[in-house]
């Protein structure tokens, strides 16, 4: 193989040895080390401790986040430190298809699909720990959702590796000035990534086979190659990633009505988190009891989120229970764990509990008009569940 001359690179032209596409010990070692899921003292330190503590918060409100692989006793003692005045709280685990239970209730995060508009959607479930024993159809709706969900991951690799999508990799390469010799390192290290997974499967952790395994891999080569060089390929890898998520077959997902059906029978809640990222979610009337209407990534439309709930608890009949509103911090505590100069910094500032639009003075008065704070959502919401 030929030296790769990158157009960016300031240094000298990488060793043809260092880019060659058979695996390496180094390369099994990385591997390893990105799909762990045990934490160091020093992660689980980093979990206990928050960086910042609200003394005056006395509720906390946790119904859209994510513990991933992190234990969620770590993190119910990062919430203790970060609020040591609280005397009320709801706080619910939604990992991404996978119900997890903390004290009396369960959450999950579920994908489905909205047939009237046509777009994949994600609506959040609670309940009380107790109705698992009965969610058989749920668990197993949720288990193929989660195995198709991490498809994803195969079509992504198959995006850069094969000829079949050249066409995405060729607009990828366009929208970030990726030159070839750059797409050529990327296909060498995700041909050895593909030939780690395939090796590795049985033992690998399945919430680890997703498309952040990439990034995470990309990142251990920093270690070796030059840093301009794997931000440089970080960036084209997203925007692959991009066309890949628009590309997505969605007709595999079960249908939102199937879902909310689901979890009404086990007398479930739910909760369609960030609308703005497909808001005529907003019109479909679908059986919910809140909309999530700030999040760190759904924050500018807040104010006429807010609006939109009031206007159709107004025009509902008396015998209809009213809409509430949510916040949700949207915390992924898997990224709070990776080394901070590799973490994704949107992700790792996240808290959970942490939703400062219910004190914003700009937002407060929309609040007030739908008579809704977040102590009076705590305790009507978890009456619903029972």
């Not at 959450?107 to 959607?121: A, R, T």
């Not at 049985?202 to 030059?226: C, G, Q, S, V």
Request: aromatic share 8%.
């Amino acid at each position: 193989m030929e030296p790769l001359k990158l157009r960016h690179e300031r240094t000298e032209p990488l060793d043809p040895e260092a880019v060659r596409p058979e695996v390496t010990e180094w390369d099994q070692q990385a591997y390893q080390r990105i799909v762990s899921t045990d934490l160091t003292s020093e992660q689980a330190e980093r979990i206990r401790t928050p960086e910042e503590v609200f003394p005056r918060q006395r509720s906390v409100l946790g119904l859209h986040w994510h513990p991933e692989f992190v234990p969620v006793d770590l993190v119910t003692q990062r919430v203790g430190n970060m609020f040591p005045r609280c005397d009320e709280q709801l706080i619910i685990p939604t990992q991404h298809n996978e119900l997890m239970a903390l004290g009396d209730y369960a959450g999950v995060e579920i994908d489905c699909y909205s047939l009237g508009f046509n777009l994949k959607v994600q609506l959040l479930a609670h309940f009380k720990a107790s109705r698992l024993e009965r969610a058989d159809v749920l668990k197993g709706m949720l288990a193929h959702t989660f195995k198709y969900r991490a498809s994803q991951l195969w079509e992504f690799i198959d995006s850069v590796l094969e000829p079949a999508f050249a066409e995405r990799v060729e607009k990828a390469a366009a929208k970030t000035g990726a030159s070839d010799e750059l797409v050529r390192f990327v296909r060498v290290q995700l041909t050895k990534l593909k030939q780690l997974i395939d090796r590795n499967e049985a033992t690998t952790p399945p919430d680890m086979l997703k498309n952040k395994i990439i990034r995470n891999f990309f990142n251990t080569l920093r270690e070796r190659f030059d840093e301009q060089l794997i931000g440089h390929a970080q960036f084209f890898l997203n925007a692959v990633k991009k066309l890949v998520k628009r590309d997505f077959r969605l007709d595999y997902f079960y249908r939102t009505e199937e879902i909310i059906e689901e979890v009404r029978a086990l007398d479930g809640g739910v909760v369609i988190p960030h609308p703005e990222q497909f808001w005529p979610i907003l019109l479909a009337n679908y059986d919910v009891d809140a909309i999530e209407v700030w999040n760190p990534q759904s924050r500018e439309y807040t104010e006429f989120l807010i609006h939109v709930v009031s206007h159709q608890n107004a025009s509902r009949a008396d015998d209809r229970r009213r809409l509430l509103v949510t916040m949700g911090d949207d915390t992924h505590f898997g990224e709070k764990v990776i080394c901070p100069e590799h973490q994704d910094p949107d992700k790792a500032n996240r808290e959970l509990g942490v939703q400062p639009a219910w004190d914003d003075l700009s937002i407060r008065k929309g609040l007030i008009v739908a008579r809704m704070d977040r102590e009076d959502v705590i305790g009507e919401y978890r009456a619903r569940l029972g």
